[in-house]
Structure formats: structure tokens, C-alpha cells
């Protein structure tokens, strides 16, 4: 399996510009065999806007930038891809889309029999696991399904959260919502990629890179955490 | 229209007990004429625990709880209910609950023709309203819908929380989510409840009940601030 995935916790990190923390992670990812990167704005409102913020950083790390929004056929365009990048937003409206414009399968195609680089961030990175039934947005479309593309064998949260000692609000800390997702039956491992992590994957290694630690929980066991660096590749085994 | 309703952000506030916040007003509301409350405890896992949380909180303030997931037929004890309180937990999985034990039109039923009093507590509210498009709960299983109950013509979002201008962290703000709600065609009004307050409906006149402002989200408009007492029945002509 040629499959090479370069999933980002989150576009922006404080303090720096858009995708500014991981540009060297998309230079090393991408190389220099890909010249022309396509990319997916879903998951926001104004698709043009995005897709020119896309453009304008990734053509500064040298390479040209085609959104399926602006093709005649994104099922085609898709099939033509040297590279994928599908930004982040809204998790719900970004798989609508991905299903509307029925890329589910054609995506997971290109990535696993072609070995065509995928790159997603947020909810880009939420959509490319089993389901988004990790992430941390609004439900604001119903999407016909909450499966995702299904490119590696479990869920991430994105953002990663640690609960705050000194907050008064009362709705649930992040680790306590994924430990609800792990009440349900059959529900996979979710891996939390704080805010300046990422996981790379490549065929069956998985590595963490970034500089924050990545907390991984998996159903009836104690949560773990994962330096930078650190080789999770037992994550790609359908039996964790 | 005899509809009557209790829609509370939060179960518990900072500091307090179990509903110990809004506990006179959970009395005002159902009164002396009520004697028994059907408890929906489907928004948590644990059924048989939540009801007990429910039944000795409601029982301390002289009424007598039976539980939804006690009934042989769920729909009948619907149908026989004095009053009925859906408790907080996962929005999603209480929805999926709702809608796999026929309880969506019942409920309505029961609330817009026999005007059996209904009350809400964060989730509970949410499922009250047009939809759960403005949770903030995370997805953990798909319902067959995100349509709610349908007792007012607008959406809330409950334990509405205000953005902390000293956070690093770069996931959207409440408000941001909201708006993204609002990007979408044909969406309601949103009432964002911050903890400590709640919504008093009764029939066509809504009243900002607790300690704290909503704010209020309309799409197309400024947002607006609202204090305890003021009077929200304009939220309930459909066309807002």
C-alpha cells in the first residue's frame, strides 16, 4: 500500500499566518515531484476566497494550486490529481459537499490505488479517518453520512484540548466528549492531535511530527501520550 | 395555544448542585398541580444512574419521577404523561433516541394539543427547538435527522459562552460557529443561553428567566444582548 497522508491538527497556529507552522512538513510531503496541488475549499462559505489564501501560500512553497470548485467536473478533476489538499472549516459542510459532489470514493481511490498525496488540515483531516464523529464543530448541514473517506483505520480530534483547571463553564471537557464516543459499541481509537501537531503517514508507518504531544485514546483503556517523533504506526492495524 | 416549556441552559452551574440554580423556578413551573414527571434520561449512557440523579433532585422538590427507559411502551408513557423533563447529556445520541423510540411527534403531540408542560435542560432544550444545528456537542452517532422537536420556530444553543480574548487556542469562537449556522440558507434565529439562564414559554409569550443575558443571533443581523426579564415573544412568530 503506497498510500502518503500528511494530516495537520489546525491551518493556523497562534501568533503565525496560514499554514505557516508546518510549511517545511508541506515542503518535505509534497517534494518536488508534484508541481500541481489540487485543492478542496468545502469547508467554508466564501470558496474563492479560500481557495485564493490556499494559492497564495502554497505557491510560495513553489507549487501551482487548482480548486475543485472553480473545474467543470470535480469527479475529473479529482482523477487528474497529482496531489490533494482539502483545507479546513466546517466538518459537516465539507463531507455534505465531499458526498454531494460524490468524491468519497473517488478521493480513497486516487490515495490507495495511485498513491496520491493527501494532505488535509482540521476538518480536512477529520474527513480523511473513519467519520467525523470526533470533531469539534457545529453540526450546521446534515451530511448524508458521518463516514468519512476512510483512509486510515481511526478517528483524530483535531484541536486537542486540555480541560482547563480554572474554568467555571460547565459543558463537557474534550477528553470527556471522546469518552462518551467510546460509551458507543464498536467505536474506533481516536488519536487527539493538539493545536501544532500533525500525523504523517506512509503506506504502513505512521509518525507524529509537529512540536506538541498527541494524546490517544482507546476504548476500555487509559488514555496515552505521544511525543513528537514517536512511531504510531501500530494505529494502521484494523485491530488496535 | 396552551404550549408550555422550560428551556434551561445548563443542569448545573458552577459551584451549585444538580438543577440547585433554577430549582425555584423548576417549582413555579410545574406547580402543585403537576404530581408526576416523565424523565427522558436517553442524552447519557448510563439510564438507570441519571435517573437516579433526576428522581432525587425533582423528588426533594415534592414530585414524583418516572423514567422513559423504566416504560414497557415508551410512546404510551408519552401518551400518559402529566409533564415531561428530557435531561442534558449528547444532543445526538438523545435525538437518535428520540427518533428510535417514535417519541418526536408524540412529544409534540402531547405539548401543542394537551399542553402537558415540557422542560429542557442543555441538551433537552436543543432537541426542543427547530433543529440541533447549533449544539455544542460532539457528533458520537448519526441521528436519522437533525430536525428537533419543533416547539418554538427557533434554534438555541445552550451554555453559550463568550470568547476569551486571552485564548491561544485557534478553534472557532462560539460566535464564529453561529455565524457559520447562518451562512446556510433558510436558517432560524439562534438564542444563545449562557449558563445561568433559561427560557420560560408560555403559549405565545417567552421570558428570559436566571441570572445571565442571552444573546441573540439573527441571520442578516447584528447580534443583540438580552437581560434576565426581558421579553422574548417576538421569537415566537415565525417569521423573525
Redesign the interface.
Known sequence: MNRRLLLVS??????GGYLQHCQHNISDFFGKQVTRILFVPYAL?DRDAYTRTARDKLSSLGYEVDSVHEAADPVEAVRKAEAIFIGG??T??LLKALYDNNLVTEIKKRVFQDGVPYMGSSAGTNVATVS???????????PP??SGIGLVPFNINP?Y?DSDPNS?????TREQ??T??H??LN?PCVLGLR?GSMLLVEGNKATLLGTTNARLFQRGKEASEHDPGSDLSFLLTDAQ
Chains 1, 2 share one sequence.
Do not use: C, K
Request: a negative charge; hydrophobic letters at 25%; glycine letters at 8%.
Open positions: 489546525n491551518s493556523t497556529l497562534y501568533g462559505h472549516g466546517n459537516f459542510r467525523i464523529n470526533t470533531t469539534n464543530d457545529m453540526p450546521i448541514v446534515y453520512s458521518f484541536h484540548l467555571r463553564h460547565m459543558g463537557e466528549r471522546i462518551q464516543y460509551e458507543e467505536t493545536e
